[in-house]
């Protein structure tokens, strides 16, 4: 089993920063693509952005592909998502994701663990 658990979010105001953590424990993330989702109030949990294993290989939503950047440290069992230039409509509870394979996987909603997720409200 993999506990995932977010940190980071907040209230910002529109053009603003946050950066959003999940550590993870249990096991190793071996193997693991690694993620984030979103859920706004209303609408369905749609794809952020995925990070293969080896963090060579990174995905973005187009919605906030050149805003949003994610990161990883597999010693530190650590995943980020650096946000910036944020938008009211980027306001959302953020869930970490983790997957067994390839970031394909995670971003078709084939996810083996989810955080709990962690608010961010983005004021205008």
């Known amino acids: 089993q993999v506990q995932l658990v977010e940190s980071g979010g907040g209230v910002v105001q529109a053009g603003g920063s946050l950066r959003l953590s999940c550590a993870a424990s249990?096991?190793?993330?071996?193997?693991?693509?690694m993620g984030w989702y979103r859920q706004a109030p209303g609408l369905e949990r749609e794809f952020v952005a995925s990070?293969?294993?080896?963090?060579?290989?990174?995905s973005y939503a187009d919605s906030v592909k050149g805003r949003f950047t994610i990161s990883r440290d597999n010693a530190k069992n650590a995943v980020w998502l650096q946000t910036n230039s944020l938008k009211p409509e980027d306001t959302a509870i953020y869930y970490c994701?983790?997957?067994?394979?390839?970031?394909?996987?995670?971003?078709?909603?084939?996810?083996?663990?989810w955080g709990q997720g962690t608010q961010v409200t983005v004021s205008s």
């Open positions: 994701a983790a997957a067994l394979g390839l970031p394909d996987l995670l971003r078709a909603g084939r996810v083996d663990y």
């Open positions: 990070i293969r294993w080896s963090g060579t290989t990174t």
């Open positions: 249990g096991r190793t993330l071996s193997g693991y693509a």
